[in-house]
């Protein structure tokens, strides 16, 4: 094949997701062309550590030799196969798995092949749910303030991120949204780990008043991802799972993000001991592997769309690649991996170290607001005055050149607009971390500098 310019050749073709296309004028696209654990070697054979798990996807390592083989495996025997009428082995058996682990009474599985499509047909089957349950007046979903649940429109209306859906706000669906708990700034005084969640009146509020037209709530469980790592304590789900029983809403648990030992446990859901309606999974069910998702619910929920088929009350909703064997052989590598326990025990290790390390190395410098962790995920959230929690004029994009830097010095760290955050893959050793915080901590210190902040 004729010698290709990577670099030139994608930025005639390629529109990068979530990118300013201009910015790449200064900074090429950075071609890949290996991975291996948590390491990116691009074309030129420079490394880069993966600290953001390629968009929270990557959970066990690039590469990882156990899920690889058994996707060459799976390549071999079926690739795919058409979902309605017809079934595969490696579907069944990750669906029988999925049952022993997940939240009690999460029992049907519905597949897809993306968080938002999961997303969105999680609010299809709520909504529908209710159509056939004799409550036909509840329409309307509600959702937390600084929410992401994705780019679809169902799904990008019931986040509230502005950096994503502002603009499209004319074409959006009408959503309640709820103000979420922000600890940081917490209006009641309190903190995180001592309050009673007072914030939670604002959930009282909106049920009281629109319960009646709410066939739905949708939760980033304990962690708002997008919104810069913002983390809220598991009584706020305690008291919401209670809610939602007594005003009859769903609750539908968006643990695209945190699922799969990324907050400590197996599901964030579980720091809280709840179950929800529905829960929507992604990322890392596949180690980051493939775009495939799942949206797990109840069998009274199930029970409420299986009729005769002329009654019409079947989920009309299907995505062509639902199902898909090869994601499912991804996924039971997965779940196979950490029914070894080796994953845990070795979280159960550095996951103290690495939160350690990162409130050592950036809690004593004077613009770090606060640092806050939840399992491997570590936030710093930068601030122009710690003291009066004043944030930097976001026209600067100081997370962005804080960034630039790191990639020279090999770590791949995305920030969330003045957030830095860690959120690797699991498997992370202590050496890699210490290497990570290092570089985040220079190139903080050094843009800070450079920017006379
Ligand atoms: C909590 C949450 N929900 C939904 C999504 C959307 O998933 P996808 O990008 O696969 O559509 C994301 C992606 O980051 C997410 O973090």
């Keep these: 094949m004729e010698k290709i310019d990577y670099k030139r050749e994608d930025l005639k073709y390629i529109w990068h997701p979530c990118s300013q296309m201009k910015d790449y004028e200064t900074l090429a696209p950075i071609v890949i062309e290996k991975g291996q654990g948590i390491d990116l070697i691009d074309i030129e054979g420079k490394t880069y550590k993966d600290v953001v798990s390629s968009w929270w996807c990557n959970l066990l390592g690039h590469c990882n ?10 390549l071999d025997e079926l690739e795919h196969v058409i979902f309605a009428n017809f079934s595969n082995k490696r579907i069944i058996e990750l669906s029988v798995k999925l049952s ?3 939240p009690s009474r999460l029992e049907k599985f519905n597949y897809c092949d993306n968080g938002s499509s999961a997303v969105e047909m999680a609010m299809k089957m709520a909504f529908q749910y209710y ?6 007046k509840k329409i309307k979903f509600m959702a937390l303030t600084e929410g992401y649940h994705g780019e679809t429109i169902g799904a990008l209306s019931a986040g509230a991120c502005d950096l994503y859906t502002k603009i499209y706000k004319p074409i959006l669906m009408d959503i309640i949204h709820i103000k979420a708990p922000d600890c940081y700034h917490c209006h009641f005084g309190k903190n995180r780990d001592n309050c009673n969640c007072e914030c939670f009146c604002y959930a009282q509020e909106s049920f009281e008043k629109h319960a009646i037209e709410t066939c739905a709530i949708l939760i980033e469980p304990l962690l708002q991802g997008s919104a810069g790592m913002r983390i809220y304590p598991p009584l706020y789900l305690k008291k919401l799972r209670e809610l939602c029983d007594k005003y009859d ?8 993000a945190t699922g799969f030992y990324r907050t400590g446990k197996y599901f964030a859901c579980n720091h809280a001991d709840i179950s929800p309606d529905i829960m929507c999974l992604s990322k890392g069910l596949t180690g980051g592997y493939m775009p495939f998702a799942l949206v797990a619910t109840t069998n009274k929920i199930y029970n409420a769309f299986y009729d005769d088929y002329n ?5 009309m909703h299907s995505h062509t690649y639902a ?7 991804c996924a039971l590598s997965v779940l196979d991996i950490f029914e070894k326990g080796e994953i845990q025990k070795h979280l159960k290790e550095v996951t103290p170290y690495f939160n350690n390390l990162i409130k050592e190395k950036f809690l004593n410098l004077e613009n770090t607001g606060e640092v806050r962790s939840i399992g491997l995920i570590n936030a710093i959230e930068l601030v122009k005055d710690a003291k009066n929690k004043i944030h930097f004029n976001s026209k600067l994009r100081l997370g962005y050149q804080i960034y630039k830097k790191a990639l020279k010095k090999g770590v791949l760290l995305r920030p969330l607009g003045d957030v830095i955050y860690f959120n690797p893959p699991l498997i992370i050793d202590k050496k890699d971390m210490d290497f990570v915080v290092k570089v ?9 500098e450079e920017f006379n902040l």
């Design 249 to 256: 809403v769903l609750l539908i648990a968006d643990e695209i």
């Design 100 to 102: 022993k682990i997940l």
């Design 311 to 315: 009654t019409h009350k079947a989920f």
């Design 131 to 136: 159509q056939q349950t004799g409550k036909p």
């Design 440 to 448: 985040a901590r220079d190139c903080t210190i050094e843009t800070l």
């Design 323 to 329: 199902g898909n064997p090869l994601g499912a052989s």
């Design 65 to 74: 030799p156990d899920i690889s083989n058994n996707v060459k495996k799976q």
